[in-house]
């Protein structure tokens, strides 16, 4: 028996922990609600490590990291009341998020490229999405159901190619999905049902509260305290509207600048500016500018933590009693409005899911859900217009004008079953088909399986009926205004990712029924294993290309290939550029039938890239794929396929040279 003193031991092999804690804290991993699911998404995080380098880009990521910096430096003028003239359509907040953190993993991994970093930011969203589905899960399933829905929902190889890629839908569904879970559970703890009052203080004692520790100051001290928040108000107004602190800069240094002004200035300028006469005055000024820019997006987080610093120090009961109260009533509310607002940032359907919150809320509450609603469709609001640069200055125009076009897009055409529609007029079947052969055979039996368990279930029981019918509305919405041509889609069913969510809670409901059927708990487990087989064998044959892929119903992406849409977004092109860059010679003419976009961040700098048209005459070599590329095999006649890029046998891009016979 091993023998501890205090909180060690002396064994063979040195200093051992009291007890075994390395398999105590295996089992109580193990045990513990987010444990496996934590397990599992870091080692989805090795894997996509690992992958990261072999995705290519899509046609619209340039475009849209284009509008993220553009957005960005709109920041920097630091008006919130002026709109910063960017026409786009859709909201650029995530187009932000990625710009930022693909510089900063570029910083940390030099050997990336921008759309690796880009690329990794899509693929740690989706999984911070993979965690908000398992909670919304655990509402309905107990733990083993939700980790074995997590894990069949992640190892969609449709999913997971566009976890990668996608920096539109993938980003909606994520914060779609986190909006409503959060909403959720806001609601539920405000606890609005009659005889469950809020735990905490109540309302009188938290505007009492901060009164008598305030009156035992001295009056000295009180003093203080007003003059600095003076000073802050001051200065976040003359920071943002007023300006004159960066007028006065201007003119101290034009000043310096020209020889004038007292001996300190002088100085301070020779010191800061170096040879300054081999410099214009106009870039002096221009650094100022810059740097007030950088001081107004610093200073309101600042102000705001030093605030609650100096709160927190000098009134430590007062702010305890307050902030617990005050969080445990709003915080929820305020943090699931917050991410509301920035899924409205995302695209103009945002709304929707604060509307699945509201009647979940009117469902649970009735009127005594109103004050709460109200706060939390404030904070979203606040959030949009904050997060949403082309909202400033014109709100409510600007959204009315975006949601307009964002319904009336141009149109696209869409290629199904080999007949090809607009993307306005589309059959009514076309998402239930694409959904139907785009996930895995298990996946579609669980969801059908799952619909009248599902119902019966919301019959049985009130509280999963609200719940219930929440999903359902989700689910059903954006299915009907599909097939009713009010929601125009196209590319597949790439702006419904954000149904997905709802739909395998549903196949939730068609797990539990099989599992009733199936009493042996090792023919569960093998039968669960074998539900991931189809995903695990997709992923791993169609790496890098997981997004095309076409169940066993439709025979794979060979059967798929002249009928649906394959590569439509062009990331075979990484792949065919790498061929060109070391076949084409110095300053080649490259032609692309395409999106010539998805192989801009991976030419070779010499390189020119176009579109061929009958004026331009044949490039030095030829770049196809994307759509319907068996129409265009037979393009450029009288050159030769030298590189072809395939899976499973179906071509997705290929590249054509002048070859000279020896």
């Not at 009188?204 to 520790?213: F, G, M, Q």
Request: aromatic share 12%; charged share 15%.
């Amino acid at each position: 028996m091993l023998r501890t003193e205090g909180r060690t031991g002396k064994g063979r092999g040195g200093l051992v922990p009291r007890g075994n804690s390395l398999g105590s804290l295996g089992r109580a991993i193990l045990r513990s609600k987010y444990g496996l699911l934590l397990i599992g998404l870091m080692f989805l995080v090795v894997l996509g490590l690992s992958l990261l380098q072999d995705f290519g880009t899509s046609v619209d990521e340039e475009l849209n990291a284009y509008y993220g910096s553009l957005t960005l430096r709109a920041y920097q003028t630091g008006s919130l009341l002026r709109s910063p003239g960017i026409d786009y359509f859709n909201g650029t907040f995530y187009f932000m998020v990625f710009t930022i953190t693909s510089q900063l993993f570029r910083v940390l991994n030099p050997g990336w490229l921008a759309t690796d970093g880009r690329h990794l930011t899509n693929f740690l969203i989706f999984l911070v999405g993979v965690y908000f589905f398992y909670r919304m899960s655990m509402r309905l399933f107990p733990r083993g159901v939700s980790l074995f829905l997590c894990a069949l929902f992640a190892s969609q190889p449709v999913l997971f190619g566009h976890a990668f890629i996608n920096q539109k839908d993938v980003p909606l569904m994520v914060f779609f999905l986190a909006s409503v879970e959060l909403g959720l559970t806001a609601i539920d703890r405000l606890r609005l049902l009659p005889g469950r009052p809020v735990p905490g203080p109540e309302p009188e004692d938290l505007v009492s509260a901060p009164r008598e520790p305030w009156r035992r100051l001295l009056r000295g001290l009180q003093s203080t305290w007003g003059f600095l928040a003076a000073c802050a108000l001051l200065l976040v107004i003359d920071l943002w509207f007023t300006r004159f602190g960066e007028q006065i800069s201007k003119d101290l240094v034009a000043t310096a600048y020209t020889g004038g002004g007292p001996d300190w200035l002088a100085r301070l300028f020779a010191r800061v500016a170096t040879d300054a006469y081999k410099t214009p005055l106009e870039a002096y000024l221009a650094k100022v500018v810059q740097g007030f820019r950088w001081i107004r997006l610093a200073s309101l987080p600042v102000l705001l933590a030093t605030a609650f610093g100096l709160w927190r120090a000098s009134f430590p009961e007062n702010y305890r009693r307050s902030m617990d109260g005050w969080v445990r009533r709003w915080g929820g509310l305020i943090v699931g409005g917050a991410v509301l607002g920035m899924t409205t940032s995302i695209r103009i359907l945002g709304p929707f899911a604060g509307l699945l919150v509201a009647i979940y809320a009117f469902a649970r509450a009735g009127r005594r859900a109103l004050p709460a609603l109200a706060l939390y469709a404030t904070v979203a609001a606040v959030a949009t217009y904050t997060t949403w640069p082309v909202l400033w200055g014109d709100p409510i125009g600007a959204f009315l004008d975006r949601a307009g076009r964002a319904s009336g897009f141009v149109r696209h055409e869409v290629f199904l079953l080999g007949t090809e529609y607009e993307s306005n007029n589309l059959p009514w079947h076309y998402l239930p088909t694409l959904l139907g052969l785009q996930l895995t055979i298990p996946a579609v039996v669980l969801v059908l399986t799952g619909i009248p368990f599902s119902l019966a279930r919301a019959v049985r029981s009130k509280e999963d009926r609200v719940l219930a019918g929440v999903i359902w509305i989700w689910l059903l919405a954006p299915l009907l205004m599909v097939a009713g041509g009010l929601m125009p889609i196209y590319d597949n069913f790439r702006h419904a990712l954000f149904i997905l969510p709802a739909l395998f809670l549903v196949a939730g409901g068609g797990l539990i029924g099989l599992g009733k059927s199936v009493r042996s708990a090792r023919l569960r487990v093998g039968l669960a294993l074998l539900a991931f087989l189809p995903g695990a064998a997709g992923i791993v044959q169609l790496h890098p290309y997981e997004y095309i892929y076409y169940n066993e119903l439709m025979g794979g992406i060979r059967g798929a290939s002249g009928r649906f849409e394959l590569d439509y977004w062009c990331t075979a092109f990484r792949d065919a550029m790498a061929f060109v860059n070391e076949a084409a010679g110095p300053n080649a003419r490259v032609g692309f039938v395409g999106g010539a976009a998805s192989a801009v961040p991976y030419a070779r700098e010499d390189l020119h890239l176009y579109t061929p048209t009958s004026a331009s005459g044949d490039p030095d070599m030829a770049v196809l794929g994307c759509r319907l590329i068996g129409r265009q095999a037979s393009l450029f006649p009288d050159m030769q396929t030298v590189h072809e890029t395939r899976r499973n046998g179906v071509l997705l891009a290929l590249v054509k040279e002048h070859v000279v016979d020896p």
